[in-house]
Nanobody, 120 residues
């Protein structure tokens, strides 16, 4: 499966933004998808994940209550809705896919990232 993240941009603190992760491949609905981010000078960190059917999702504490992941398997797309953005959310955001249960690690497929910049 091939992934492409999009939707990043420059926003102000408190704004919302929705990222998309579009996938190729007819079996995309079999994959759990995770979102990760890498801020300036930081290591890549887990943001959240969603199961293959959208029935299960969980998030890093830093984004819980502000970010929501959803998916539309008919469109081969997973979304990351980001609300109440903070300057510390500034990062390149990546989506990854894996066979099996949603989780923090084990992603074998990655898309190019999309940059989100949050100004104060």
């Amino acid at each position: 499966v091939q992934l492409q993240a999009s939707g990043g941009g420059l926003v102000q603190a408190g704004d919302s933004l929705r990222l998309s992760c579009a996938a190729s491949g007819r079996t995309f609905s079999s994959y759990a998808v995770g979102w990760f981010r890498q801020g300036p000078g930081k290591e890549r960190e887990f943001v959240g994940t969603i199961s293959w059917n959208g029935g299960t999702s969980y998030y890093a504490d830093s984004v819980k209550g502000r970010f929501t992941i959803s998916r539309d398997n008919a469109k081969n797309t997973v979304y990351l809705q980001m609300n109440s953005l903070k300057p510390e959310d500034t990062a390149v955001y990546y989506c990854g896919a894996k066979i099996g249960v949603a989780g923090v690690e084990g992603y074998g497929y990655w898309g190019q990232g999309t940059l989100v910049t949050v100004s104060s």
